[in-house]
């Protein structure tokens, strides 16, 4: 995503075993685009060096509030006035104690209460045992450093360093990184509520056997996290795909077209946008076999007969809520040749405002692709990029048709 292009983040380490995992977080805030100036405080050097954060920042590390190198001998001050927020990651039970009471007693704890507080964002990535994370007095120091305009990001569950297994593991680096993102986001979608349909469907031959295609679907995935960056409340459908779901955004996993279009009526009467970008199987078989079909040597085949899978799409557009403008539909159309033609001709009969075009080999599994957009006035492409930039200009598109049809 490009949010974090040009952005300048302090990121501060404080003690805790997950230090290691901000050499990574580091890493992928630089390749977003950022720059990053690390601060760390002696706890965290006792668990990584300053001279690999370096390394992957490319700048010079702080450590002490009494630095000489800054000509007026204050970092605390220069670092945070530089910054367009300030992320400390891992950020210790202790830290946040000190941040509740306003100490300032070493560089970082002084650099984020120097800060303008209304101007320079607090962004906090806790890290710690699942005893300290629970402890009230760790809770209470977080709903005061809340109140006092941090934002907590909260944490991870699962097995910790310490051999015990609950709440209070960092976020993953780049769960950390798409929070930022998604915090430097426009607000654009701000109170819409999305429904997207993701991946292939899977049309079961018997048990262990089935029909699928090559969509991956990271197209639609990277809509919802655009979606949900910029404000929205986002719900996927999703058929078999290995990807991790977009943070804050709900899931529902299905197989097939049948159980995709269930899943969608479930959902679309709460929805203001219904975008279809599954790759839903045209056909299924006829009569899924119970048990799995067996190869007896006689050389014969099993004959398979199909029939047609629901339109989920066509069948959200006749919708009355589409039909009234109250529910806004987007299809998706990946074809091989003549795209303008093909999206043109099936935005009319899908029935929907919005129609993206794209080639079928060149993105089917692809982390890139390229849209052509078709709509009422005509047509404009999305050049080839990343799909993570897709989304977020796909994003700024449907916002741009949804204000236009709200007046
Ligand atoms: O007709 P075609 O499959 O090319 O249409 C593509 C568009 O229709 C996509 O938006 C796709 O998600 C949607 N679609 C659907 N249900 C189907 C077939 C396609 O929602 N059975």
């Given amino acids: 995503m490009t949010q974090l292009a040009g952005k300048h983040i302090v990121l501060g380490l404080s003690g805790g075993v ?16 950022a720059t990053v100036q690390v601060v760390m405080t002696e706890a965290a050097e006792q668990f990584i060096t300053p001279v690999t954060m370096q390394a992957l920042s490319g700048r010079t590390v702080y450590g002490s509030q009494w630095d ?12 945070s006035r530089e910054a367009d927020a300030v992320l400390v990651a891992p950020c210790s039970a202790d830290f946040i104690a000190k941040l509740a009471q306003g100490r300032a007693d070493e560089l970082l704890s002084l650099l984020c209460l120097a800060r303008p507080i209304e101007r320079i964002p607090l962004l906090l990535a806790p890290a710690m045992n699942r005893e300290m994370w629970a402890h009230p007095a760790t809770q209470r120091n977080l709903a005061q450093v809340a109140q006092d305009g941090a934002l907590v990001l909260g944490v991870g569950v699962g097995d910790q360093a310490c051999g015990e297994t609950g709440d209070g593991r960092m976020l993953e680096p780049e769960e950390l990184l798409e929070e930022l993102q998604a915090f430097f986001a426009p607000k ?28 991956s679907g990271k197209m639609g995935f990277a809509i919802a996290a655009a979606a949900k960056a910029a404000g929205a409340q986002v719900t996927v459908v999703a058929g078999p795909v290995h990807l991790a779901t977009p943070r804050g955004v709900q899931r529902i996993n299905v197989q097939s077209a049948q159980q995709m279009l269930a899943a969608v009526q479930s959902q679309v009467d709460s929805a203001d946008v219904f975008i279809a970008t599954a790759a839903v199987a045209d056909w299924r078989p006829a009569n899924a ?10 050389g014969e085949v099993p004959a398979l007969a199909f029939v047609e899978n629901p339109d989920i799409l066509a069948t959200v557009a006749k919708s009355e809520r589409a039909q009234h403008g109250a529910l806004y539909c987007v299809g998706f159309a990946a074809e091989s040749h003549d ?12 029935g929907v405002p919005l129609l993206v075009g794209n080639i079928g080999p060149a993105t089917f599994g692809q982390d890139d692709n390229a849209l052509l957009l078709v709509d009422a006035q005509g047509h404009s492409e999305l050049p080839r990029a990343s799909k993570a930039l897709l989304g977020v200009q796909l994003v700024q598109e449907l916002a741009r048709r949804l204000a236009a049809v709200a007046h």
């Avoid at 997950?18 to 685009?33: E, I, Q, V």
């Avoid at 429904?195 to 090559?214: H, K, M, Q, S, Y």
């Avoid at 076999?289 to 006689?298: F, T, V, Y």
């Avoid at 795209?339 to 899908?350: S, V």
């Fill in 18 to 33: 997950a230090c290691y995992k901000s050499a990574h977080l580091c890493r992928l805030l630089t390749k977003a685009g």
């Fill in 289 to 298: 076999a119970e048990q799995k079909l067996k190869k007896d040597g006689s």
């Fill in 68 to 79: 000489a190198r800054e000509p007026n001998n204050m970092p605390h001050i220069n670092l």
């Fill in 188 to 215: 654009l979608l701000q109170g819409k509520r999305l429904l997207i349909t993701a991946g292939p469907t899977f049309e079961a031959i018997d048990p262990v056997r089935g029909i699928t295609n090559l969509s």
């Fill in 339 to 350: 795209l303008l033609q093909h999206a043109t001709a099936k935005r009319q009969r899908k």
